[in-house]
Each structure stands twice: as structure tokens, then as C-alpha cells.
């Protein structure tokens, strides 16, 4: 006996145990069919007696196990039922002798048997035969469950006829010894007249006559007879009986203590009783301190005066062992069974029946303890397969004492047994579904979901060897996509454990793997139903911020002012409210001010960094969006190792309008293409993921005349689309053409232009800028391509008067001073123009600067398409930058008395500073043209009657200089 | 030439060890699988340690068992040292557990008959007492991997000896 029956439980002792096997030619799925009908029948109760009978069917029974048989009753093949189809007549012969052969091989121990014959018509299946039924099909065979019915209570009437046989038969002349298939060449020449001889015969037929009564369903009776069993066997030190007599009556006890059964969920004796294991525990408990209970068992009553002589000598209750004993015993028999080489089997299946009970007993530590004694049971050379089959087994039973890390680590080892080197064909199949059984002893789950809860929990180094075990069990089962899927959650969960090195492997074969089987974001279905849910690898890199960016300043929309206050006033009534509307944790979807426009490219910025040692390289970089119908524009881009925060943008075209959800990021890396939500990134900051998308609006493009400005505006309150500059003499006016080019798919409808002059410090005549936006408007609607063109006039006139400089020139010259040379405002003025502004500065000493400079924002509203229906326009924004110089300059100024005391003669010497011609205009309307850098020296009559002021003289075309002297 | 192997791990259920007896139990049964992690792992031979990290993980059932085994009410004055958690077959494994449930594991070599009981139990005392001392490292965080030098420290003049 080689094979051990892991399955087995302490109540299989009670079971009569019949073999189903097909003759011929029977198709496994309706062998299987019939087979399990008739494993239904498992349990019978016998008409006249109120006893039960246990049945344990197997399909499939070593001859060689059999002959263990009278050790252990239960391992006895009594019954055989042979499932045969038979199309014929003719083969009927031929099946039947078949069916006798098979008889043969079981023959010794049988009790009875039947044959099933199914597609058999006619004469022969007419006949009334008691072992054979015939079956026209597999399918119309309504009576197999009653014939089996039938089958099992004439076994029971053999076992009865069996154990009455035997019990009575105990004070006999001669008792037969019984012995077990190793032990019968060490009896060969032994004196068979010894009282120890005796002894030992007596002792081992009350251990069978006690495994007889099990199986007869006389629980008392069987108790009754293995305790006499024990005490004869005992007296002869014959061990190895003597422990199968204490497992026995361990057997017994633990059928009378757990009726629910301690296989757990393997069999369910039936219905009412297949209950759960802690249920069972309970119902253990109860019968526990009621064993007086057990004196009106109607199981020992009926038994008509057979069990009398025994079980009245002795009490029942004190012949079922407590819950503490059966462990006790079952120890002591284990020790015994320990003691014989060839008993490996029967100590094993010992181990694990009694490791059964103490699971059900919740006693985990001892438990454990026999469970790690069957581990170094010694079978001898054992196959692979059975090694596996071990250690799963151990895997299992340490499972069911809630010892998952051990479960799991067995499992391991038999997973690796399935590919041992020695094995010609190494099952990696087998190993690999061995495998995933063990993530949960390791406490890995294979969704990265969980792991992203915190940080990393969890047994790294064994973690990460189970992963690599896991890829490479499913790459020699030849399905990169799963290696592929585990090595990305490897890559993905362990990233932070695993060393440079081990990063650099890993990536290295995952890219190895992708060049066969590109990974992907579907869920992988394993053949037995589990589920591989993607892997995005998050990690790689690693994102810190998602920033949606607003469009640039010259295509941001507004709306019409009149419509957005329409929607605020629907929003609430109040007008103002102490209570804040907060939604928490609403972050993400909290929307955003800006909007963007449909057609037009929006930005979304990373902040990503890679946390490999090398460089990485990240393909197909787009966004995921809901809401919108979107175009993502894929981005590719390449970390350096270990950088630092990079900020990647992310662009694409919102194609319709409404709210636009920004989910999460789409990447290709190392050929994993993975789709990163960011739901599942709670490392993530955002300032927020929806924005709305509006109808699209045209985009005009806006080109001048005039030269771009290399130096913004300086009050830049409002960001400009472009500015120009231009640098103009007081006085003088410039043409600017503006070209507004309509850039963009919608038809340009409506255009306003407005100005705002920004400094107001310097006193401005006249209006700055003017334009006739008639002829611009007339061209409206402005097709896409198509431009329109606007002239501005740029007229410029200032005030420059209040130099003190001058007037301080003047006080020194005082009235007799001429010939004076040129003051220093002139020396300004007559340097290159390039560096005026740098002279400007340099000058600053005297704060006084000779150039004015004027601003102004020239806003171009437009709207158009169906952004204009919504309400919303756009505005481009000119600046205008003017540089304005003094065109004349009075160099000298003295005065000469005048022909009348009240009056005198101003005289003043003005220098034309441009390189144009230009008139000068005083009161009195003499006009005096001024030739480019020409000094000329007008008199300006002067009154000493009048308030003492000196009248302004006007220059042609600038504006009037006020110059006060007092006289 | 014996060996002896030092292990020490923590649970998440060591960030509960501020609260009172009755919150712990409940915790337990919250945790019905508490992740455990290695703080701490240091083995003579480095080499085939994942045969320690094997070793030590599976004995945490053990450990597990041991501590539910006593009674909830006991649980203050329970004894720390758990003992001989099981025997391998060229190691014996011992435990040791603080009151804010992190495990102290040590694994010997089972030829090495220098160490005893006693021996066994006053090493993991020591080990409790550096332990101690980084638990009070104000810049220590409970449940991080442990670094301190002196712990390391104590931890190799303690496998020193007993080698």
C-alpha cells in the first residue's frame, strides 16, 4: 500500500466502501453521469434495524490498497458496480465476461456486486437477473438510484451476517489471525499454540468485529469492542494493531462526537447535516457534556440482543473517548503506526484525519504539530505526482487550520514540485495555477488597485520572488500576455523594493516580452475563471500634477456680460450667503474658471518624473477624456534617468462642446500600453479636471503696419496679443494699418474696436487714436481665410511745456545773456535717436526726460459661429507704444525793451529738432517755418500791462507751450 | 561555526499600541489577515536568505496562533516570549511578542546547543530594549523600515555572540 487517500476523514471509518467502474467502451461523460447518481446514494438506512449505512464510492481503487483490507475494514472493496454500454446482442458474451474478470480482481473481498448494461434491447435484457440491469440509454434509466438502493442493503445483509459471524464466533476454537499484507512472512513458523499467539489473534478480531460494527452502523457496540481490542493488544505489545484499534475508537468517537462530519466541505453526509465546519464544532459541543444522552441511542437498542453481552457490562458514555482523549489517542496511535516502515501510509492518513478533527476542535497549535510530523513521514520513493499531490494536500490542511502562510508556502513547493528538473515534462501549467493559489497566503492580490490605497504592506521579498515565479511559470506555459501582465504589476506594486539592478532586468524582460505580446489594458481571463485586471503602470513615470491650462490670452472667450448675469441670478436667491455651498472631496470635479473652445488646441501640463535609474521612454503620451468628443494629440517623450519634476504638455482638440472630464493619461511604455485614471492616483494634485468646452468661435490673427515692440506696455494689467511701437514727433500723426486675418473655421460676424489710453499722467490733446470702422464692418461677414483691414490714424499731442531745466536757463542767462551755447536739453536731442533711451536714463540725474512715451490697448471684440449664439466673443488686444519728442526745442530766450515802457520783446531762439519742416505758430499768427535743424529767432511781443504772464505762442500743427516769466 | 539569524517584524497593528485593551482585541478581529512586513532582517549568511524571509513569514501563523490563543482579558499580562514557535529541521524558531503586537523572530541554527531557553529569552529582552530606544526616536516612524545604527549595532554584537 503506496498511495495514500488524502481525502480521508475519521467517519470514512464507518463507510462501506463499493467501487463504480466502466467494462468496454463507456463514454467518460456518461460514465461520470451515471456515476454520480449513483454516488447519491450515500447513505441508506436499513429497513428493520433504524441503522444506517454509509457507502464511499470510489471510480477508480488500487487491488493493492485492497488488501489492507482486513486491517482496516473501510479500505475493503465490498461492493462493485460496473457501468458497461452494450449495443448488441452478439457483445453481450464478451461484456459479460468482462464484467466477471473485473469481479476477479476485487473478488476476494466482494459482497456483492451489479452491472448496468445501458443500450441493450431485446430478449436478453427481458431477463429477471438480480446483478445485472439493463438500461436501454443513458438517458432513460429512471430506477439506478433504487437499484443502487437495493444493491447497498444486500451489502448490508452480507456485513451483518459478517459481524454477527464474527462476534459470536470470539470464544471458538480457532480464531483465524489476521494480519496485514507485510506482516505475513514474519508469522511463517511462529508457534500457533502460545497464549501470545492466542492473545494476539483474539485482539486483532475484536479490532475487526469493532470495524464491523462501525460500518454496521452499531456505534456502541463498535466502541465496546475496539476498547477490549486495546486492553488484548495491548497485553502482547502488537503495535501496529494495537494503533489501528486506538484509531478506531478515535474513529468512532469523533463520528459520535461530530455527526456533521470532519471533512469539512468535501462530503456532506446529507443535506440537514452538511453544515458548515463551525457549525459542526458547536454541534460537538453540545453532545459533549450530555454523554448520558448516549444511553437511549436508538442505533444499540435495535440491535437485537447481539450487542447485549457487551455494551451493558460496560457504560456507554464511558466508552466514547472526550475530545481531549481522541486527540490523545490518536497520538498514541500515530506513534505506533511510527514504528513500522511499511504502516507510512496508515500513519499519514492518520495525521491528516486526526489533523481533521482538531480543526473542527479549533486546537490549531496541535493541529500543526501532527501536520508537521506527516511532513517528515517517510513514503519512500515517491513519484512526482505524488510528491505534489502532498504537498498540496498539506497546503490544504494548514489552510483549514488557518495557517495561510504555511498554506501558501506548500502550495509553493508543490507548484515548484509540478516543474521539478527531474520531471520529463514539467507541468507548467499546473505550477502556475498552484501559484496563484498562494497570493493570498502572501497577501497579494493581483489588482493594483489595492495597492495603491497606501504604501506597500505586505512581505516584499517573498512578494517579489512569487511575481518572478509567476512570470516565468507563464512564459514557459507559452502566454506572454500573462507574463507580461504579471510583470507589470511587479513593475507597478515593487517598484519602490526592487533594486537598480533588479529594475533594469525587469524592465529589460518585460520589453522582451512586449516585442511578442504588447500589453495591454483588457482584463485576462484565465481558463479557470480568474480574472487579471490590468495593470496601468502608474509608476512609470510617475505623475504629480495634472494642470489643465487655459487657452492663450488672444483666444480666450467671454461671454457677453448681459447673459452671465442672468446666470447668476438663477443660481441662488440670496444675494449673498454666510452658508459656503462646499461639496468635499469634490476636487476633482470641482470645475475650473476658464473655458475652452471647441476646434482650438487645449493643454493639459504633467508634472512627471521617472523613477528609473535610466532613461525612460514614453510613447503615445495622450489624454483620456469623457464628456467631450476629444482628439488627443499623442505626445512622445524621453525622462532622463532619476530626473527631477518635468513638465510635460498634454494637447489635444476638444471636437464638441459641453463639460470636458479629464480622467487620466494614456501611456506606451516598454510596449505596455496602459491607460493611468486618475481616480486611482490619489498622489495626484489637481487643481481641478473639468472644464466646460464651448461652441467654437473664429480666431483672428492680427498683423500691422508698424513695427512689432520689442518692450511690453508697462501698467500690463491686460496681457496683450502683440503691441507695436512706433516713435512720432509731438505733433505728428502716423498711419497704422491693422490686417485682422480670420484664422479659423468660423465666419467672423461681429467686430467692435475700442481704445484705452493707459497713462494719464501727461496732459493729452486731442483723441490719440482714431479709426472709421465702417468700411471694416462692411466686410463682415469674414469668411475663414479671408482679412479685413483697419486704418488707424496715430496722432500724438502733447504737452511738453513745464522744463525746468529751461526756465533755469533762462534765469541764468538772464535777460542781457546771448550767444549762450547750446543748453543741454539740445545736446540731448541731437544724439542718435537709437540711443535716446538710453541716454534717457543715464540722464536721469536731472529727472528729466525729453521723450513722452504714450500707451494705449486698442480691443478687438469679435464672436461669431456658434460660440456667438451661446453668447461668448473673443478679444485680441493691440498695444500701442508711442514714443513722443519734443519737435522744437527754445534753445536761448532774452528779452529786449520794447518801444513802449508797458511792453518788451521776448526774444527766443527755437531749434527744430526733427528732420522735417515745420511751422511754428505764436498769437499773433505769424507763422514761421522752421527748416530741419534750424535755429531762428522770432520776437514775441510782450505786454507788462496784462497779468504778468507771458502769452503762449503756438507752434503749427503741436500743441500751445505755456511758458511762464515773470518781469 | 553556528548560525543564528535575527528577525523582527511589525505589524500595522503596531500603530495601535497607544490605545486601550479593549480597542486592541477589537483590532485583532478587524485584522482578521493583518499584512505583516519585515521591519527589520539580518542573517549571518546572506546568501539563500530568502530562505530565512521563507522561514520567518510562515512562522508568523504560528505567532498568530499563539496570541489569539490567550484569552482577551489576559492580554495585558501576557507573557512576551512565546517560546519555541516550531522546529525546521535544521533550525529552531523562536518568538517574541510586545504588547503593541510586533514580533520579534529569531532563528537558530538547532545544532547550536550553546543557546538555551534562557539564552533565547534575554537576548530577545535586549532586542526589546533597543527596539524601545527607536520607538523613542522622535524622527523614527512607527512601521518604517528600522535603520538605526545602534539597533543594528546591538543586533550584530548579539549574533556575534552567540556564533
Known amino acids: ?967 | 561555526m553556528h548560525q543564528v539569524r535575527l528577525q523582527i517584524k511589525g505589524s500595522d497593528e503596531a500603530r495601535y499600541s497607544y490605545s486601550i485593551d479593549v480597542q486592541i482585541s477589537a483590532v485583532l478581529q478587524y485584522w482578521s489577515k493583518p499584512k505583516n512586513y519585515p521591519l527589520f532582517i539580518r542573517s549571518v549568511p546572506v546568501q539563500n536568505e530568502l530562505k530565512f524571509h521563507y522561514t520567518v513569514h510562515t512562522s508568523l501563523d504560528v505567532v498568530e496562533e499563539k496570541i489569539s490563543a490567550v484569552g482577551k482579558a489576559m492580554a495585558d499580562q501576557r507573557e512576551l516570549y512565546l517560546g519555541l514557535l516550531y522546529p525546521t529541521e535544521d533550525y529552531k524558531v523562536y518568538g517574541y511578542v510586545t504588547n503593541s503586537k510586533v514580533k520579534f523572530v529569531i532563528v537558530v541554527d538547532s545544532s547550536n546547543t550553546s543557546l538555551r531557553d534562557n539564552e533565547i529569552r534575554s537576548m530577545f529582552r535586549k532586542l526589546h530594549n533597543s527596539f524601545t530606544d527607536v520607538m523613542c526616536n522622535p524622527f523614527y516612524n512607527p512601521g518604517d523600515t528600522i535603520q538605526s545604527k545602534a539597533f543594528d549595532s546591538i543586533v550584530s554584537a548579539m549574533m556575534v555572540q552567540a556564533s
Request: glycine share 8%; charged share 25%.
Open chain 1, 1 to 967: 500500500m503506496s498511495i495514500p487517500d488524502y481525502m480521508q476523514c475519521a467517519e470514512d471509518h464507518q463507510t462501506v466502501l463499493v467501487v463504480v467502474q466502466p467494462v468496454g467502451i463507456v463514454p467518460e461523460d456518461e460514465f461520470f453521469r451515471i456515476y454520480k447518481r449513483i454516488t447519491s446514494v450515500a447513505q441508506v438506512s436499513i429497513r428493520d434495524s433504524q441503522r444506517n449505512l454509509y457507502i464511499r464510492y470510489r471510480h477508480h481503487y488500487l487491488p493493492e490498497n485492497n488488501e489492507w483490507g482486513d486491517f482496516q475494514t473501510h479500505r475493503k472493496v465490498v461492493g462493485l458496480i460496473s457501468v458497461t454500454t452494450c449495443g448488441s446482442a452478439k457483445e453481450w458474451p464478451q461484456t459479460s465476461d468482462r464484467f466477471h474478470c473485473q469481479k476477479d480482481v476485487f473478488g476476494a473481498t466482494l459482497y456483492d456486486s451489479r452491472l448496468l448494461v445501458f443500450g441493450l434491447q431485446g430478449e436478453i435484457a427481458e431477463q429477471q437477473r438480480t446483478d445485472v440491469a439493463f438500461y436501454p440509454s443513458y438517458d432513460d434509466c429512471p430506477d439506478v438510484e433504487k437499484r443502487v438502493e437495493d444493491f447497498v442493503e444486500s451489502i448490508f445483509i452480507v456485513l451483518e451476517s459478517k459481524r454477527l459471524d464474527r462476534a459470536t464466533d470470539k470464544s471458538g476454537d480457532k480464531i483465524p489471525l489476521l494480519c496485514v499484507p507485510f506482516e505475513k512472512k514474519d508469522f511463517v513458523g511462529l508457534d500457533t499454540d502460545s497464549r501470545h499467539y492466542k492473545k494476539c489473534c483474539q485482539g486483532r478480531m475484536r479490532k475487526h468485529v469493532g470495524d464491523l460494527c462501525l460500518q454496521a452502523g452499531m456505534l456502541q457496540d463498535a466502541l465496546v469492542h475496539y476498547h477490549m481490542a486495546v486492553e488484548l493488544l495491548r497485553s502482547v505489545n502488537d503495535f501496529l494493531w494495537l494503533g489501528a484499534a486506538l484509531e478506531g475508537l478515535c474513529s468512532a468517537s469523533v463520528i459520535f462526537h461530530y455527526p456533521g462530519g470532519t471533512a469539512g466541505k468535501a462530503s456532506g453526509r446529507e443535506p440537514s447535516l452538511a453544515r458548515g465546519q463551525g457549525q459542526a464544532a458547536d454541534t460537538g459541543k453540545r453532545h459533549r457534556p450530555g454523554a448520558q444522552e448516549v444511553l437511549i441511542d436508538p442505533g444499540a437498542l435495535t440491535a437485537n440482543g447481539i450487542s447485549a453481552d457487551t455494551s451493558s457490562e460496560i457504560g456507554r458514555a464511558k466508552n466514547c473517548l472526550g475530545p481531549e482523549d481522541i486527540i490523545e489517542k490518536y497520538k498514541e496511535s500515530i506513534s505506533y503506526y511510527g514504528k513500522y516502515k511499511n504502516a507510512g501510509v496508515i500513519e499519514l492518513e492518520a495525521c491528516v484525519k486526526a489533523v481533521r478533527v482538531l480543526a473542527i476542535q479549533k486546537r490549531v497549535m496541535e493541529a500543526s504539530e501532527f501536520l508537521q510530523n506527516a511532513v517528515y513521514i517517510n513514503l519512500g520513493q515517491l513519484s512526482e505526482e505524488e510528491k505534489i499531490q502532498r504537498y498540496s494536500i498539506l497546503s490544504e490542511l494548514y489552510h483549514l487550520i488557518g495557517f495561510h502562510r504555511k498554506s501558501a508556502f506548500f502550495k509553493r513547493v508543490a507548484a515548484m514540485q509540478c516543474v521539478a528538473p527531474t520531471i520529463p515534462e514539467p507541468g507548467w501549467r499546473a505550477c502556475y495555477k498552484l501559484l496563484l493559489e498562494t497570493l493570498p497566503g502572501y497577501s497579494l492580490c493581483l489588482d493594483p488597485k489595492d495597492f495603491s490605497k497606501g504604501s506597500h504592506r505586505g512581505w516584499a521579498a517573498v512578494q517579489v520572488r512569487l511575481l518572478h515565479e509567476l512570470v516565468y511559470a507563464s512564459r514557459r506555459m507559452g502566454n506572454p500576455g500573462l507574463s507580461v501582465r504579471h510583470l507589470s504589476f511587479l513593475l507597478q506594486t515593487m517598484l519602490d523594493l526592487l533594486s537598480d539592478q533588479e529594475k533594469k532586468e525587469v524592465t529589460q524582460s518585460l520589453e522582451n516580452y512586449t516585442s511578442k505580446c504588447p500589453g495591454g489594458m483588457e482584463v485576462l481571463t484565465l481558463p479557470d475563471g480568474l480574472k487579471l485586471p490590468p495593470v496601468p503602470l502608474s509608476k512609470l513615470p510617475i505623475v504629480r500634477s495634472v494642470k489643465l491650462l487655459d487657452l492663450p490670452v488672444s483666444l480666450r472667450p467671454h461671454k457677453q456680460k448681459g447673459l452671465l448675469e442672468n446666470n447668476l441670478s438663477s443660481k441662488s436667491p440670496f444675494i449673498y450667503s454666510p452658508i459656503i455651498m462646499h461639496t468635499r472631496g469634490e476636487e476633482r470635479t470641482k470645475k475650473i474658471e476658464f473655458r475652452w473652445v471647441q476646434g482650438d488646441v487645449c493643454e493639459v501640463q504633467l508634472m512627471v518624473y521617472n523613477p528609473m535609474p535610466f532613461e525612460l521612454r514614453v510613447e503615445h503620451m495622450g489624454l483620456l477624456t469623457s464628456g467631450v468628443e476629444f482628439e488627443a494629440l499623442p505626445a512622445a517623450l524621453s525622462l532622463p534617468a532619476e530626473s527631477g519634476l518635468y513638465p510635460v504638455t498634454l494637447v489635444g482638440v476638444p471636437r464638441t462642446a459641453g463639460n470636458i472630464n479629464i480622467n487620466g493619461y494614456h501611456t506606451s511604455v516598454f510596449g505596455v500600453t496602459s491607460d493611468c485614471l486618475l481616480d486611482g492616483l490619489p498622489s495626484v494634485r489637481t487643481s481641478g479636471c473639468v472644464v466646460e468646452v464651448i461652441p467654437s468661435l473664429p480666431r483672428l490673427q492680427l498683423s500691422t503696419s508698424l513695427p512689432r515692440s520689442a518692450h511690453p506696455l508697462r501698467p500690463s494689467k491686460e496681457e496683450l496679443s502683440s503691441s507695436v511701437s512706433v516713435q512720432l514727433f509731438n505733433g505728428e500723426t502716423q498711419q497704422l494699418t491693422i490686417t485682422l486675418e480670420n484664422i479659423g473655421s468660423e465666419d467672423l460676424e461681429t467686430l467692435e474696436v475700442t481704445s484705452k489710453t493707459c497713462n494719464t499722467k501727461e496732459k493729452l490733446f486731442g483723441e490719440f487714436l482714431s479709426w472709421d470702422l465702417e468700411e471694416a464692418v462692411s466686410q463682415l461677414p469674414l469668411k475663414p481665410g479671408q482679412s479685413v483691414t483697419l486704418t488707424v490714424n496715430v496722432k500724438v499731442r502733447l504737452d511738453f511745456s513745464g522744463g525746468e531745466n529751461l526756465l533755469q536757463d533762462l534765469n541764468d542767462d538772464g535777460i542781457s545773456v546771448t550767444g549762450l551755447p547750446i543748453s543741454s536739453p539740445l545736446r540731448q536731442v541731437l544724439k542718435p535717436r537709437a540711443e535716446t533711451k538710453a541716454l534717457g536714463s543715464e540722464s536721469s540725474k536731472t529727472d528729466y526726460n525729453h521723450v513722452k512715451t504714450l500707451e494705449a490697448v486698442m480691443t478687438f471684440k469679435y464672436s461669431g459661429g456658434a460660440g456667438k449664439v451661446e453668447g461668448y466673443y473673443r478679444h485680441l488686444s493691440l498695444g500701442v507704444h508711442v514714443d513722443v519728442e519734443p519737435s522744437v526745442f527754445f534753445t536761448r530766450v532774452s528779452t529786449l525793451p520794447a518801444t513802449r515802457t508797458r511792453q518788451c520783446h521776448l526774444l527766443l531762439d527755437v531749434f527744430n529738432s526733427t528732420e522735417h519742416e515745420l511751422m511754428v505758430s505764436a498769437n499773433n499768427n505769424q507763422d514761421l517755418v522752421l527748416h530741419p535743424s534750424e535755429c531762428q529767432r522770432p520776437a514775441a511781443g510782450s505786454s507788462r500791462g496784462e497779468p504778468s504772464l507771458y502769452r503762449s505762442m503756438s507752434l503749427v500743427g503741436m500743441n500751445t507751450s505755456h511758458y511762464v516769466l515773470s518781469i
